[in-house]
């Protein structure tokens, strides 16, 4: 990621996060089960409690954007828990689509296509390094 996708993504991160946590992760729920009803039984926790889980990690990997080195391992292990609740390779497309569609509605008109192309590029850099450490663990089991 550029500097200039960093700042974006950043910056805008810091008015998402104004929202309250269940509100906000509500909202990318009911678009992911919208998209995709068959991923609900992946979720045992209440939406409430999924949604703070999903706004404090997100807002922990935004403020090390810039320092991703200092968070890959975290994101393996997250990618190796996402694994044992059955996510595949194809969920990664449909989250990050309810993402970046509940983006867009909590920041309305600061939602332009510079912030747009920022996030897809943070988004997809994650996402690869999860699929990447997933990867690796199937190769080694």
Known sequence: MTQSEIHLVKYSWSVVERIDPVVAGGIFYKRLFESAPYLKPMFS???P???KKLMAMIGYVISRLDKL????????GLARRHAKYGVQEEHYEIVGGALLWTLEQALANLFTVEVKQAWATCYNLLASAMLEATAETSERA
């Open 45 to 47: 926790e209440s939406i």
């Open 49 to 51: 409690v999924q949604s």
């Open 69 to 76: 080195d200092t968070i890959l391992e975290d994101i393996k």
